[in-house]
């Protein structure tokens, strides 16, 4: 009987929640599993994942196969390096202190780096906040400066109108000869 460790979907249409369980190879995606070793949510960023490190090292001794998707989560949560410095342990390469030493040191490293990331992240997106704000304020003072614009334009053709009306309106001096003639 093969068995797998296996994504369970769950959660409604676009978007997904996958159990991770450890499942007979024939049994249909969702159907009946042998144990739920962890969780994963794709939808957040950066995916949440859980998992149970011992239970899922203790299954790939017994010599469940991941599949391609799980065994890369069980290598980004560090399943797999755990499992490789037991074998390490079980050739007498090393002690179970050492082992728990360099595990925990990666770990440490892994979550900084993620830490990093989604602080990096998180500053872009500020970043990208901040030069749309500007962007807009440039593009709404070339607005107003062309509305401006307009509108002297507008005041000074009406202006020369007026003035010009003005001046249509005045009598000029033959005129006004002629008027004081009669």
Do not use: C
Request: charged share 30%; no cysteine.
């Amino acid at each position: 009987m093969p068995v797998r460790m296996r994504l369970q979907r769950h959660g409604k249409k676009g978007n997904p929640f996958y159990h991770i369980v450890i499942a007979d190879g024939r049994a249909p995606r969702d159907g009946k599993f042998i144990e739920k070793i962890g969780t994963y949510n794709p939808i957040t960023i950066p995916a949440d994942i859980t998992i149970n490190v011992d239970k899922a090292v203790k299954w790939l001794n017994n010599g469940a196969q991941p599949s391609d998707t799980v065994k890369a989560i069980l290598s980004y949560k560090g399943v797999l390096y755990r499992n490789h410095l037991l074998k390490g342990i079980a050739k007498g390469a090393l002690t179970q202190e050492q082992a728990d030493v360099k595990f925990n040191e990666w770990v440490a490293a892994k979550e900084a780096k993620i830490n990093d990331a989604k602080l990096a992240k998180k500053l872009a997106g500020k970043d990208d906040i901040k030069t749309r704000l500007e962007a807009e304020a440039k593009v709404n003072e070339a607005k107003a400066a062309a509305i401006a614009e307009k509108r002297a334009k507008a005041i000074a053709a009406q202006k020369a109108e007026t003035e010009a009306e003005v001046v249509e309106e005045a009598p000029t001096t033959e005129e006004n000869a002629e008027s004081t003639a009669e």
